[in-house]
Antibody, heavy 128, light 110 residues
Framework: QVQLQQSGPGLVKPSQTLSLTCAVF??????????WNWIRQSPSRGLEWLGR?????????DYAVSVKSRITINSDTSKNQFSLQLKSLTPDDTAVYYCARGTAGAGPMDIYTWFDPWGQGTLVTVSS | QSVLTQPPSASATPGQRVTITCSGSGSNIGSNFVYWYQQFPGTAPKVVMYRNDLRPSGVPDRFSGSKSGTSASLAITGLRSEDEADYYCASWDDSLSGVLFGGGTKVTVL
């Protein structure tokens, strides 16, 4: 059974950088049958996909247009984990942040949009 | 404001049918699969419909999905109290090269 375990701070000051890590158990971040995503949820923005990384002979990254200038998603195969960095935070970035695996639930096409499992979620508050 | 548009709420009495719609455009729903997520308070979303109209194992056949053009819908028949949750549609967008979620629909069992 695949599990994702998130870690990182719950409170970040405005203008600072958010760093979250997602440890993967039961799968490999270098798997050719998965993608590793960050998604956030807030009352004002709803569910918002932030980006993903995946390995297909080399590492690829896709980022949402809304955060593209501020986001970096990296992977660490030695620790079997991936991470999110989001710069220049404002109060509007306050949200529950989730990591999630894009899974080939019934075939490779599902990797894009079938997220399972999810991490436990981290409530990140941006406040001074 | 989400690019995929859902009604904020829907309700019905137990045993009745409720339908949730999701409206998009040619670059997302019109050319890609739609997935539906169910979310209970304090928990992560879970897929209840994939590739427009397919149910993952374990999802009751009371749930059904469809897609036509740039819109999709999720229907729940024989509504039960345990179906009360938030439901989100999701689809890949070719123009944005990213995943879009709908704004979510809160289903209430009256």
């Amino acid at each position: 059974q695949v599990q994702l375990q998130q870690s990182g701070p719950g409170l970040v000051k405005p203008s600072q950088t958010l760093s979250l890590t997602c440890a993967v158990f039961g799968d490999r971040v270098s798997s050719h049958n998965a993608a590793w995503n960050w998604i956030r949820q807030s009352p004002s923005r709803g569910l918002e996909w932030l980006g993903r990384t995946y390995y297909r002979s080399r590492w690829y990254h896709d980022y949402a247009v809304s955060v593209k200038s501020r986001i970096t998603i990296n992977s660490d195969t030695s620790k079997n984990q991936f991470s999110l960095q989001l710069k220049s935070l404002t109060p509007d970035d306050t949200a529950v942040y989730y990591c999630a695996r894009g899974t080939a639930g019934a075939g490779p096409m599902d990797i894009y949009t079938w997220f399972d499992p999810w991490g436990q979620g981290t409530l990140v508050t941006v406040s001074s | 404001q989400s690019v995929l548009t859902q009604p904020p709420s829907a309700s019905a009495t137990p045993g009745q049918r409720v339908t949730i719609t999701c409206s998009g455009s040619g670059s997302n729903i019109g050319s890609n699969f739609v997935y539906w997520y169910q979310q209970f308070p304090g928990t992560a979303p879970k897929v209840v419909m994939y590739r427009n109209d397919l149910r993952p194992s374990g999802v009751p056949d009371r749930f059904s999905g469809s897609k036509s053009g740039t819109s999709a819908s999720l229907a729940i028949t024989g509504l039960r109290s345990e179906d009360e949750a938030d439901y989100y549609c999701a689809s890949w967008d070719d123009s944005l090269s990213g995943v879009l979620f709908g704004g979510g629909t809160k289903v209430t069992v009256l």
